[in-house]
């Protein structure tokens, strides 16, 4: 990967950081390599990060190569999952085969429509997708919150949770992927996400409507003249970043818990830039540093415990300081290893 | 409850009171936004300045003391933010988000240390408290920032960074330092937004205070196409939404109660409306975001 190096730079400065509160840095990285790999257990609950990670990597990576800039992976994954939440509770007899195909394809049009809405403002408007995305996320966590505690919450439990959904809706009598890690969340939508990672570098490679959306992010006047609508690549490219996000609110909500537990992504769409980031938006990339951020996200929850300072809002400090490591790489790059072009 | 309780005394003034936090920050985002650079990281510096001023107001009992700590923090931390987005010329949006982050995660990191827990600093006393001064505060910087952008020089240099930079450039004035400056202050003022929070709203720094108000004041920015005293009104507006959803809470209207959550998104969706350009074109900076 390009940008191993940035993300060493911003481990690094992370975990130096813990000798201003008396830690050991060796020590914190330790417990953090044990508490993401430890057991089948930890493997598992680092895989079911990974995956959520992956999809919305790719969430972000997808905008990004339509020459676009989705922040809003938060509130489109969080709008699936309600979405399959609120379908699954008003329609609790579908039979089995049906009802898979049914929620999954309400999971994916309801991050698909969250996330072609700022596609759309931005090619008929020309309003700022980061902005929009942004505030839709805000919208989404009212939306949210209100139906979770008006609406549909969990009669069984004080905590902001929604109802269970129905275990015909719940991939879980399938998942051959969980057998491998007992008793964790991991589940078989990891494979999924593999998949699409897949999928995206194929799209990417071997398909005409990939170049042109990758020609549209490049350029936008040079794919006009070529005769491809930049338009028409500014709302695919918004519509696959929805589609990809709803993956992650799937991982939770069919993969896992079968509810929707209020807070149960720890900014999945943040995370997500910086997986993106660090890939420089390679889908296949994406899997790797998906993994490498999952398991940094699961390794910091241990730090509670083991040591006396340090918490786990300690995995914040290091994805940021990777986002700059890698911000910081790419300044290198431009500085020593390409020509002047004089534009400086 | 009837509907003309809400337009009382006593509502004006708690409008006013919550939306100090909010003029500051925007005041601050409309500074860096008009320079060119890209402003997501403002919920970041407020807490930065929520934080630091509650440690150091209470540390020297004064919360003008915390205030002015709050400001230096602020601009300590923007002034980070420019490193990586003017010399390094990283991402602008990449840059502010990683910030918001690296805040959100800085924080209980350091107040586990200082008070072995991660949750609110002491309280300061009820007499050390500001009573309404950050209000007056807040006003002069809204006029400060308004003459400052059309009556300076410098005001200038900032308004022709974020429109036209080659220009600048001709003038023999670095458009670099220009930003430098500008972001430097937007730190320290949105800092003080953060503060005001904390040593004006109530009295200690509780986790995650702001509660989006950093977006928010990026709404207002736009709402307020980019000017200081259009800014101004939107921050008022949007404090008044904030203070009415207080006293809705539990309030009947119509036989119902309306949700808490649904004035919440009030904000956040006049925003879109706005950007979807329903009430006339507003024009960001022409620069903005590019580098």
Redesign the interface.
């Known amino acids: 990967m390009k940008s191993s190096l940035g993300f060493l730079i911003g481990l690094t400065c992370a975990l130096l950081?813990t000798l201003?509160?008396g830690e050991n840095p060796f020590h914190v990285f330790g417990i953090i390599i044990k508490s993401s790999f430890g057991s089948s257990y930890d493997l598992g609950l680092t895989l079911f990060y990974t995956t959520s990670l992956i999809f919305t990597g790719l969430s972000v990576s997808i905008a990004f190569k339509g020459g676009l800039?989705n922040?809003g992976a938060e509130g489109q994954l969080s709008m699936a999952a309600l979405g399959m939440v609120i379908f699954a509770n008003t329609f609790p007899h579908i039979p089995e085969p049906f009802s898979y195909l049914c929620i999954f394809i309400v999971g994916s049009s309801v991050g698909i429509l969250w996330g072609i809405v700022p596609g759309l403002?931005k090619a008929f408007?020309?309003?700022?997708e980061?902005?929009?995305t942004?505030?839709?996320n805000?919208?989404a966590a009212?939306?949210t919150?209100?139906f979770i505690v008006?609406v549909i919450p969990n009669p069984q439990s004080q905590n902001p949770e929604s109802i269970v959904i129905g275990n015909s809706y719940r991939f879980n009598q399938y998942d051959f992927v969980n057998k491998f890690f007992p008793d964790s969340p991991a589940n078989v939508f990891l494979l999924l996400a593999i998949l699409s990672a897949f999928t995206l570098h194929f799209f990417y490679k071997k398909t005409a409507l990939g170049y042109e959306l990758q020609m549209a992010g490049e350029n936008n006047l040079a794919s006009e003249r070529a005769g491809i609508s930049s338009k028409k690549m500014m709302i695919l490219a918004m519509a696959m970043a929805g589609l990809f996000a709803s993956g992650s609110g799937m991982n939770e909500v069919l993969g896992f818990s079968g509810q929707y537990k209020m807070g149960f992504s720890p900014?999945f769409g943040?995370i997500g830039?910086?997986v993106a980031?660090m890939s420089n938006n390679n889908p296949l990339g994406i899997i790797l540093s998906a993994f490498l951020m999952g398991s940094l996200h699961k390794g910091s929850s241990d730090l509670d415990f083991e040591t006396n300072?340090?918490?786990r809002?300690?995995?914040?400090?290091?994805?940021?300081?990777i986002?700059?490591g890698v911000?910081?790489q790419?300044?290198l790059n431009?500085k020593f290893f390409r020509r002047h072009d004089g534009t400086n | 409850m009837e509907l003309t309780n809400f337009l009382s005394f006593s509502f004006l003034i708690s409008a006013l009171r919550v939306s100090v936090p909010l003029v500051f920050a925007a005041q601050a985002g409309l500074l860096s936004e008009r320079s060119g650079v890209?402003q997501?990281a403002l919920e970041g510096f407020m807490l930065v300045g929520a934080f630091s001023g509650a440690v150091f107001g209470f540390h020297f009992n004064s919360a003008l003391v915390g205030f002015l700590f709050a400001f230096l923090f602020g601009s300590a931390f923007s002034l980070l933010f420019s490193l990586?987005t003017i010399?390094?010329?990283?991402?602008q949006?990449?840059?502010g988000?990683?910030?918001?982050?690296?805040i959100?995660?800085?924080i209980?990191?350091i107040s586990?240390?200082l008070y072995n827990s991660?949750g609110s600093t002491p309280s300061l006393p009820m007499e050390v408290r500001f009573i309404f001064e950050p209000l007056i505060f807040s006003v002069v910087m809204v006029i400060l920032v308004h003459f400052g952008l059309t009556r300076w020089r410098s005001g200038y240099w900032i308004q022709f960074a974020g429109e036209h930079p080659e220009t600048l450039l001709s003038a023999g004035v670095s458009v670099d330092k220009v930003r430098w400056v500008s972001l430097f202050l937007c730190g320290g003022i949105a800092s003080l937004g953060g503060a005001s929070l904390s040593l004006f709203l109530s009295s200690n720094y509780s986790p995650l205070m702001t509660g989006?108000r950093g977006?928010i004041a990026?709404?207002a920015v736009?709402l307020g196409k980019w000017k200081p005293v259009p800014t101004y009104l939107a921050c008022l507006l949007f404090g008044a939404l904030d203070a009415l959803q207080i006293r809705l809470q539990g309030v009947e209207v119509l036989g119902s109660k309306i949700?808490v959550?649904?004035i919440?998104?009030l904000p956040?969706?006049l925003?879109?409306i706005i950007?979807?350009?329903l009430f006339g074109k507003s024009r960001?900076p022409t620069f903005l975001g590019k580098k």
């Open positions: 950081l201003i509160v800039f922040i403002l408007r020309e309003s700022h980061v902005i929009v942004m505030m839709m805000f919208i009212g939306i919150s209100y008006n900014e943040f830039i910086a980031l300072t340090i918490t809002d300690f995995s914040k400090i290091l994805q940021a300081m986002i700059l911000g910081f790419y300044f431009k | 890209v997501i990586f010399k390094f010329k990283s991402d949006i990449v840059i988000t990683a910030f918001n982050l690296l959100a995660g800085l209980p990191f586990k240390y991660t989006g977006f990026l709404s736009i949700p959550q649904w919440q998104i956040y969706l925003t879109i950007l979807a350009g960001a």
